[in-house]
C-alpha cells in the first residue's frame, strides 16, 4: 500500500551559521574548472569538510580528465543561475544539494549520492535542522525568483530525502532501457552503470514531488511500444505528484508516435514509473515532444 508522507519529518539541509562561515567555499573563477584551485575563493579545490556555493550565473564543470573521478564536498549549493556540469565518469558525494533561485544541475553518464536534495526556485528556501543537529539552524535569505532545475543524463543519482519544490524542473534522459545503477564491488568501492543503454534513475528513501517533469533521448534510443522505465525509486514515504500529471497521464510523446505515461504506484506501491505505448499520430500533437539530446537546461559541453 502507498505511504502518504505529510512532510514533517524531512531534514531540509541542516547547515549552521557557524559552520557555515567557516568552511563555506566560493567559485570565483571563470573557466569553469572545478579542479583549478584558483577558481575558489578558499585558494584550494574544495575538500570533503567544505560547503561549496556557486551563484551569480557561473558555468562549473567536473572533468574527471582534469582532476579526479571522485568529488567529495559537504553541501552543495547552486544559485543565481548557476549551472554545474559533471561529465561523465564522476562519482559526486555531498551531504546536501541545494539548488535554488534558477540553479541548475546537469549530471552526463555520471553519479550521485547524499542526503538531501532539495531543488526550490522560491524567494527563500528554510533549511531545518536535523534532530542531531546542535546548533541554530538560519534562513538564507536568497530572496529572488526563478525555477530551479536538473538534468539526468543516463545517470544514477541516490539520495535519503528528496524535496522537489513547485518551481523544480527536472528532466530525465533515457539512453537504453537498463536503469543506470550504482552498486560495489568486492573491495567496496562504489561502482557506476550509466551513459549508453541507460535510463536516468533517482532513489531516494522518501520523497516530496512537485514541480515540472521533462524527459529526453540519449544515444539514439528509441522507446518502444511495452518498455518501463522506473525513473524514481523510493524506499519508504511519498506525496505529490508532479505538476499537471495525475496518475496515467501522457507525459511526452517521441517523434515515432510513441506516448509515455506516468504511475505513482510502481514497484512496491509507491515509485515513479513511465510505460510507453503506440498511439495515434493526432495524440501526439497534442502532447509535449520527448526531446532529443535533452532541451534543459544550457549546455556547457555535449558531455
Known amino acids: 500500500m502507498k505511504a502518504v508522507y505529510m512532510g514533517a519529518g524531512v531534514a531540509l539541509g541542516a547547515l549552521s551559521l557557524q559552520v557555515a562561515a567557516q568552511t563555506t567555499v ?116 536568497w530572496n529572488g525568483f526563478g525555477a530551479g532545475g536538473m538534468l539526468l543524463n543516463p545517470t544514477p543519482k541516490s539520495r535519503r530525502d528528496l524535496v522537489l519544490k513547485t518551481s523544480a524542473t527536472v528532466e530525465f534522459g533515457l539512453g537504453g532501457r537498463r536503469p543506470a545503477s550504482l552498486s560495489r564491488d568486492a573491495a567496496g568501492t562504489l561502482q557506476v552503470e550509466a551513459g549508453v543503454g541507460h535510463y536516468a534513475t533517482l532513489h531516494a528513501d522518501t520523497a516530496q514531488i512537485d514541480g515540472r517533469l521533462r524527459l529526453s533521448l540519449f544515444y539514439g534510443f528509441r522507446p518502444a511500444a511495452g518498455d518501463r522505465f ?42 515513479i514509473e513511465l510505460a510507453a505505448s503506440d498511439v495515434a499520430p493526432m495524440v501526439c500533437v497534442l502532447l509535449p515532444a520527448v526531446q532529443t539530446g535533452g532541451s534543459w537546461p544550457p549546455r556547457i559541453s555535449d558531455g
Request: charged share 20%; glycine share 12%; proline share 4%.
Open 26 to 141: 566560493r567559485y570565483i573563477g571563470s573557466d569553469g574548472n572545478w579542479f583549478d584551485a584558483a577558481n575558489w575563493s578558499s585558494g584550494r579545490i574544495p575538500g570533503a569538510d567544505d560547503d561549496v556555493v556557486i551563484a551569480g550565473r557561473s558555468r562549473v564543470q567536473i572533468d574527471p580528465a582534469r582532476g579526479a573521478v571522485t568529488v567529495r564536498i559537504r553541501d552543495l549549493i547552486v544559485r543565481d543561475a548557476a549551472l554545474l556540469e559533471t561529465l561523465p565518469g564522476t562519482l559526486m558525494q555531498t551531504r546536501d544539494e541545494i539548488l535554488v533561485q534558477n540553479g541548475s544541475v546537469v549530471h552526463r553518464a555520471s553519479a550521485s549520492v547524499g542526503e538531501t536534495l532539495i531543488v526550490d526556485g522560491s524567494a527563500q528556501a528554510r533549511l531545518a535542522c536535523s534532530p542531531a543537529q546542535v546548533v541554530e539552524c538560519v534562513l538564507w535569505p
Open 230 to 271: 522506473r525513473i524514481i525509486d523510493i524506499g519508504r514515504y511519498a506525496s505529490g505528484r508532479f505538476t499537471g500529471l495525475p496518475e496515467g497521464s501522457y507525459v511526452g510523446c517521441t517523434e515515432d508516435h510513441v506516448a509515455l505515461t506516468i504511475s505513482y504506484r510502481g514497484g512496491d506501491g509507491n515509485d
